[in-house]
T-cell receptor, first 114, second 115 residues
Framework: DQQVKQNSPSLSVQEGRISILNCDYTNSMFDYFLWYKKYPAEGPTFLISISSIKDKNEDGRFTVFLNKSAKHLSLHIVPSQPGDSAVYFCAASEAGGGADGLTFGKGTHLIIQP | DTGVSQNPRHKITKRGQNVTFRCDPISEHNRLYWYRQTLGQGPEFLTYFQNEAQLEKSRLLSDRFSAERPKGSFSTLEIQRTEQGDSAMYLC?????????????FGPGTRLTVT
């Protein structure tokens, strides 16, 4: 049973436009959520996180939104750039994060078209 | 800050052989994690150390797998009697001491191929 779901295996966006990546979770005990970016043959790179006490966190071009009632989070990238082409993973943890391992979704492959 | 390092980056082994991977975390990080990633999947949690203590193990970690972190610094992950299903990317991550939630910072991974 997948506790973190990314239902779009891939997403294509034009350079300069907004990219919106979505993630749903089923475990109501999750209280810390993260997005990672992964290039081929590299480990995941941490992008941005959000605690369950917030509904929005922003860092430069990246914004994460959390809707606890819907058990849904999204990552907005604006404007999208060619270097943003990568696989993006949504992850979640319980108990304030860190102490338990992260639970990951299967990823969404973002392709930024020139 | 040199980041998390893992060695070797690639390992090809024959079924039935034992393999050992090493992870060096970011120096001030006392929490260390091992994950496994197969094609088309996200990373799956295997085990977690706080300093030298192994505090959590996933049910994915069969008795052929053992992890150690003897002095609370580097860690090793050993797989005994490898099987073809063990072929995957093995990722190590570290995290700073608990001051609220903190991300896992990942190394580049060790890709294991069992033939």
């Amino acid at each position: 049973d997948q506790q973190v779901k990314q239902n779009s295996p891939s997403l294509s966006v034009q350079e300069g436009r907004i990219s919106i990546l979505n993630c749903d979770y089923t475990n109501s005990m999750f209280d810390y959520f993260l997005w990672y970016k992964k290039y081929p043959a590299e480990g995941p790179t941490f992008l941005i996180s959000i605690s369950s006490i917030k509904d929005k966190n922003e860092d430069g071009r990246f914004t994460v939104f959390l809707n606890k009632s819907a058990k849904h989070l999204s990552l907005h990238i604006v404007p999208s750039q060619p270097g943003d082409s990568a696989v993006y993973f949504c992850a979640a943890s319980e108990a304030g994060g860190g102490a338990d391992g992260l639970t990951f979704g299967k990823g969404t492959h973002l392709i930024i078209q020139p | 800050d040199t980041g998390v390092s893992q060695n070797p980056r690639h390992k090809i082994t024959k079924r039935g052989q034992n393999v050992t991977f090493r992870c060096d975390p970011i120096s001030e990080h006392n929490r260390l994690y091992w994950y496994r990633q197969t094609l088309g999947q996200g990373p799956e949690f295997l085990t977690y150390f706080q300093n030298e203590a192994q505090l959590e193990k996933s049910r994915l970690l069969s008795d052929r797998f053992s992890a150690e972190r003897p002095k609370g610094s580097f860690s090793t992950l050993e797989i005994q009697r490898t099987e073809q299903g063990d072929s995957a990317m093995y990722l190590c991550a570290s995290s700073p001491p608990p001051r609220g939630a903190a991300p896992n910072y990942f190394g580049p991974g060790t890709r294991l191929t069992v033939t």
